[in-house]
């Protein structure tokens, strides 16, 4: 039987797929719409085609965003949506369907229930080995931190549902916090700003896309882009400037609460950690991450070196791929779990 290991990211915004050999094969939101068909759900789309359909979508379709706060919270819709998934990476060559064996990223502290409950998504995707890891070690790895040393390093991902940071040290978590702070939730408070202060209501999709074309850490930022909403008052359609100095509010408060977050597990570690966190600095992955400024701010809030790889929001994905290629250090991390 052909066999393809892969490495999978679940997150809360998007789903991102490694496959050995191949490197990132998919990467879409984590999105599923759903037809109802005379009473019966039927799927409609999947991923991008899905999460376009948010505000468009007509009565009888429904949109699922099947993981909340970097968890899954509908099943049913997970293991719908990652089957769509798999069969979109398969390669036509392949006669009958290969045996899958995956290393996937899992949220720090989940119960014996929650990986029964993620071993059944995975499994009724149609995968058939597969071995959780957390999250945050996944995305050390995947930033090439000694994670196997004996001091790993801090890393903070900031996800589209939470933020985890944790201290890594011999294959394992010294220490590790998780805040309910990420993308969605900067998302819903530039929503609320807008409405607040310009009256019109925009939907996800466009403060999405005002997030990713202006929103900054950088004071007194002159970007500016335009969005189109229905004005509060008058119902009508309205387009509206908005800059990036007027959202620099809304989004610093976040990114605040992120540099605090961190500064209490800096504060829960001993004073050798303390001292190697001083001398070697703080990585920052995940979506989040992207936000330009966010490095220089946090360096003065926490006065630590801060790194913001490139491929920051691929870095628990990229992991989870170096992993499938090293059996020994895998086992290593197992261990420690």
Known sequence: MAK???????????????????????????????????????????????????????????????????????????????????????????????????????PMGVTVADREMYEGVLMRAGIDEITMVSSVMLAAIGTDMPVSSNFGGIITTIGGGATEIAIL???????????????????????????????????????????????????????????????????????????????????????????????SVINAGTPTVAAEIQRTGISVVGGGAKIPGLAPMLSKLLRLKVYIPGDAEYATVLGGGKLLSDDELLYDIISHQ
């Open 4 to 106: 393809m290991d892969i490495a999978l990211d679940l997150g809360t915004s998007f789903t991102s797929i490694f496959v050995s050999g191949n490197g990132i094969v998919l990467h879409e939101p984590s999105v599923i719409a759903y037809f109802d068909d005379g009473g019966k759900k039927r799927m409609r789309a999947v991923g991008s085609e899905a999460y376009y359909m948010m505000g468009r979508a007509p009565e009888k379709t429904k949109i699922v965003c099947p993981i909340i706060d970097g968890t899954i919270k509908d099943s049913d819709a997970c293991a719908d949506m990652l089957t769509e998934f798999i069969g979109k990476i398969l390669p036509e060559s392949y006669v009958f369907k290969p045996k899958i064996r995956c290393i996937v990223g899992v």
């Open 169 to 263: 040290s011999l294959c394992g978590i010294v220490t590790g916090y998780a805040i309910n702070i990420g993308g969605d939730m900067i998302d819903r408070a530039l929503m609320d700003c807008v409405s607040g202060k310009y009256k019109i209501n925009i939907g996800r999709t466009v403060v999405r896309s005002v997030k990713e074309k202006v929103c900054s850490l950088i004071r007194n930022d002159c970007a500016t882009t335009t969005v189109s909403g229905i004005d509060v008052e008058t119902k009508n359609i309205r387009s509206q400037s908005v800059s990036a100095d007027e959202l620099y509010t809304v989004v610093y408060d976040y990114y605040k609460n992120i540099s605090d977050a961190i500064e």
